[in-house]
């Protein structure tokens, strides 16, 4: 099972918060997303060797 920093996706829904007037349900979605897609990222460049940018 993959963890995530749950502190790290909570201050980037606050962010989204504040700073695009967005609902917190919609802004943790995307904190979400973004958590989960970096994470897929990182796993993604571990196997091929690849450092990406």
Known sequence: MKKYNL???MKRAWELVKRFKETI???????????????GRTQRNRKTGCLGK
Request: hydrophobic residues 35%.
């Open 7 to 9: 502190s790290k996706i």
């Open 25 to 39: 349900s919609s802004a943790l979605k995307k904190a979400w997303r973004e958590a989960k897609n970096e994470n």
